[in-house]
Nanobody, 114 residues
Framework: QVRLVESGGGLVQPGGSLRLSCVASGFTFRDHAMAWYRQAPGKEREMIARILSTGVTIDYADSVKGRFAISRDNVGNTLHLQMNSLKSADTAVYYC???????WGQGTQVTVSS
């Protein structure tokens, strides 16, 4: 059974940083493309970063390009999202997902506010 457990969210001031993690189980993590999504209040869930299985190919949404960095640890079955220069517009629940499967974790709340 696919399981995804996100962590690392919290309350941070504008300009601050957070590092999110997602521990995956129930599938062969190293063989699958992974992504981070977020859903802000009143908005649809959107993909913000994607990384293929080898970690060589990475894509970002324009809204986070240059500020966020996705990475993966194929030994520890963990996906990361380093978020820098955070803005109030980044406030959302953040989710990780294996692109081949339709499962979601519980998400982790990120709130950017002074």
């Amino acid at each position: 059974q696919v399981r995804l457990v996100e962590s690392g969210g919290g309350l941070v001031q504008p300009g601050g940083s957070l590092r999110l993690s997602c521990v995956a189980s129930g599938f062969t993590f190293r063989d699958h493309a992974m992504a981070w999504y977020r859903q802000a209040p009143g908005k649809e869930r959107e993909m913000i970063a994607r990384i293929l299985s080898t970690g060589v190919t990475i894509d970002y949404a324009d809204s986070v390009k240059g500020r966020f960095a996705i990475s993966r640890d194929n030994v520890g079955n963990t996906l990361h999202l380093q978020m820098n220069s955070l803005k109030s517009a980044d406030t959302a629940v953040y989710y990780c997902k294996a692109l081949a499967f339709g499962y979601w974790g519980q998400g982790t709340q990120v709130t950017v506010s002074s």
